[in-house]
């Protein structure tokens, strides 16, 4: 029985999301390389200053726009050194998410609890860092992540129950 050839309405949904949440975390493991890589060529505080020039000319425009102020407040209290981090994580996250994704869409068996884990693993990360720093940004993450975990879980039991 192929994959897409689920009896239950669910298994087809399970299934259709599951491969929107790999195409969506594949892009955003390519964007967090690509982000990786504009921050690590860069001179640090660059694009820390482009987000606050832009954010504060949005802000003139529109004093009310919650995007533009939130950028401003994050850009304001980031510092060089988070730069750093920021770099070598998007690199390392990015480039995992997007192998990890690459060998669950070939359907390889280690795929699934090898992905699980690392997500779970970047969880604890994620939430480590945000105890000690307070960046929401580690919080959409691992919320991403958690749904994501679930997916594949789904996914996973979804190709077993077809392998019997």
Same mark, same amino acid.
């Given at each position: 029985m192929a994959q897409t050839d689920v009896a239950h309405? *669910?298994?087809?949904?399970?299934?259709?999301?599951? =491969? *929107?949440?790999?195409?969506?975390?594949?892009? =955003?493991?390519?964007?967090?390389i690509l982000g990786g890589l504009a921050l690590a060529v860069t001179p640090d505080g660059t694009l820390n200053s482009l987000v606050l020039r832009l954010a504060k000319l949005e802000l003139i425009e529109d004093p009310n726009d919650m995007m533009a102020q939130w950028l401003n407040t994050a850009a304001a209290a980031t510092h060089v050194a988070n730069e750093t981090f920021y770099t070598i994580y998007l690199l390392i996250h990015g480039g995992l998410n997007l192998g990890l994704v690459l060998a669950l869409l070939a359907?390889?068996?280690?795929?699934?609890?090898?992905? *699980?884990?690392?997500?779970?693993?970047? *969880?604890v990360y994620q939430m480590n860092k945000y105890a000690h720093t307070g960046d929401v940004v580690m919080i959409i993450l691992s919320v991403i992540d958690i749904v994501v975990i679930w997916l594949i879980w789904r996914e996973w039991k979804a190709h077993q129950r077809t392998a019997l």
């Open positions: 309405p *669910i298994s087809r949904w399970t299934h259709f999301s599951f =491969l *929107i949440s790999m195409v969506g975390k594949g892009l =955003l493991g390519l964007g967090q359907g390889l068996k280690w795929a699934y609890p090898v992905s *699980i884990w690392a997500l779970v693993a970047f *969880i």
